[in-house]
């Protein structure tokens, strides 16, 4: 099989996977991903299969849909990419690629982190979803999902949170962006992923502006 029909099964796979998921989290947010994540990788040196395959399986069964289970995923990914024969070496890459890919596992300290350009060129196309307008589309989206507060002045932003404490977190949407969303500009590892990332994070803080002014009533908002 080659290159492009095992992208092509892939993304069957994906689409009928995540027919049923939440907003912030299906297809279209792959889509996305894995179309930035081929934009950036044009500038680095990567195995484009690998790019191509650790974008569409990044989030093939996010643990935070699955009670917690980091493990879903990854043996999801490794079963169905067994199933098209993909060489193991691939395979273990793409494993190690959403084992590593979430921002959570940033906030484990004790472990030395998996890295490769491949990692590095889905994060930011993975991170790069999560900021700017879509960023600030797929927070509420999920906030209503799991029926969070859109804002409370009484609970602060955890700007130290463990991993663990980031997985449980039920804090409003508005601290999500003090929590992660604000952080992921300077997270970024390619020079097209920080350059892209520039606009969107803007994007965020203008709107934090706009809503504090209409949350506090005040004149011109």
Same mark, same amino acid.
Request: contains cysteine; proline residues 3%; charged residues 30%.
């Given at each position: $099989?080659?290159?492009?029909? *095992? ?13 049923? #998921? ?7 947010? *792959?889509? &996305?991903?894995?179309? %930035?994540?081929?934009?950036? #990788? ?29 493990? *879903? #995923?990854?043996? $999801? ?13 691939? *395979? ?34 993975? &991170?790069?979803?999560?900021?700017? #307008?879509?960023?600030?589309? &797929?927070?509420? %989206? ?18 130290? $949170? ?37 606009? &969107?994070?803007?994007? $965020? ?17």
């Amino acid at each position: $099989m080659s290159d492009s029909d *095992i992208i092509d099964q892939t993304i069957l796979f994906v689409k009928e996977t995540l027919k049923n #998921a939440e907003g912030g989290h299906d297809w279209f947010h *792959i889509q &996305r991903v894995y179309n %930035n994540s081929l934009l950036i #990788a044009k500038d680095e040196n990567v195995d484009i299969l690998v790019v191509g395959l650790g974008a569409l399986l990044h989030d093939i069964a996010d643990a935070k849909f699955y009670n917690g289970d980091e493990t *879903i #995923a990854p043996k $999801m990914a490794k079963d169905f990419l067994k199933s098209l024969n993909v060489p193991k070496k691939t *395979i273990d890459h793409v494993v190690k690629i959403i084992e590593n890919c979430s921002f959570k596992n940033s906030l484990t300290k004790s472990k030395k982190p998996f890295s490769s350009n491949e990692l590095f060129v889905i994060q930011d196309a993975d &991170r790069l979803d999560a900021i700017g #307008a879509i960023g600030i589309a &797929r927070a509420f %989206n999920y906030g209503g999902f799991k029926n969070r507060k859109l804002y409370d002045p009484d609970i602060a932003p955890n700007l130290n $949170m463990t991993k663990e404490e980031y997985k449980k977190s039920s804090a409003p949407t508005i601290n999500h962006f003090y929590e992660k969303l604000l952080l992921l500009k300077d997270s970024l590892k390619t020079h097209a992923g920080r350059k892209l990332a520039e606009k &969107r994070h803007q994007f $965020m803080l203008d709107y934090l502006e706009q809503f504090y002014g209409e949350w506090n009533g005040k004149p011109g908002f």
